[in-house]
Nanobody, 124 residues
């Protein structure tokens, strides 16, 4: 599976961006698509996930109500709509893909495939 993330850029606080992640290759082996980010000097953190087979979604608490994960079946792409951006959202954003786990932990990985990252900078 190859993943190509795009859509990052510079935006003012309060603004919005939509990130895209285009998938190609043997995508049938990766039912879950996730978004992560890593800010300078910080560890990578998980943001949201979507499961292709039933469109189930999961968000971490600090992005609920601001970020929306969605998909385009025809393009085999996943999006992350980010609204009400804050300066602390500044980071490199990555998409990733992997198999689903059973039950309520379906989104926890492993994430076997990663995109190259796209920079999001939010100015205050």
């Amino acid at each position: 599976v190859q993943l190509q993330a795009s859509g990052g850029g510079l935006v003012q606080a309060g603004g919005s961006l939509r990130l895209s992640c285009a998938a190609s290759g043997r995508t049938s082996s990766s039912d879950v698509m996730g978004w992560f980010r890593q800010a300078p000097g910080k560890e990578r953190e998980f943001l949201a996930a979507l499961r292709w087979s039933d469109y189930r979604t999961y968000y971490v608490d600090f992005v609920k109500g601001r970020f929306i994960i969605s998909r385009d079946n025809a393009k085999i792409a996943v999006y992350l709509q980010m609204n009400s951006l804050k300066s602390e959202d500044t980071a490199v954003y990555y998409c990733a893909a992997g198999p689903s786990k059973y039950g309520s932990s379906w989104y926890t990985g492993p994430y076997d495939y990663w995109g190259q990252g796209t920079q999001v900078t939010v100015s205050s």
